[in-house]
């Protein structure tokens, strides 16, 4: 069974911190590219940051300099450290790994298409 957890979100004041953690089951656990995505009210489903194989990472323009995501391999688990955060952060955040293992979060790894499993989603709520 494919499965994709997502936890740690909530509400915080802009300007702070959390740290989102997706658990992932054996069997997609970073065999290829997983990111992290969000999704606001009204607006289309879009890449946070992606994680390859060999750890390479791919943020966002939004997000670079204030998210890090990284991976704790003796948990499947992968994280997103969102520091820094604006109002705008605000937004459902989901985990995604891709079913094509040969894909190494190349060109488009932003796009939602190129991700076949999801998790259930986490809310950040930012406020100003």
């Known amino acids: 069974e494919v499965q994709l957890v997502e936890s740690g979100g909530g509400s915080v004041q802009a300007g702070g911190s959390l740290r989102l953690s997706c658990v992932a089951s054996a069997n997609i656990y970073r065999r290829g590219c997983m990111g992290w995505f969000r999704q606001a009210p009204g607006k289309e489903r879009e890449g946070v940051a992606g994680i390859s194989r060999v750890s390479s990472t791919r943020y966002a323009d939004s997000v670079k300099g204030r998210f890090t995501i990284s991976p704790d391999n003796a948990k499947n688990t992968v994280f997103l450290q969102m520091d820094s955060l604006k109002p705008e952060d605000t937004a459902m955040y989901y985990c995604?790994?891709?079913?094509?293992?040969?894909?190494?979060?190349?060109?488009?790894?932003?796009?939602?298409?190129?991700?076949?499993?999801w998790g259930q989603g986490t809310q950040v709520t930012v406020s100003s």
């Open positions: 995604a790994a891709a079913a094509d293992y040969s894909w190494a979060c190349g060109d488009m790894w932003y796009r939602a298409s190129r991700f076949s499993y």
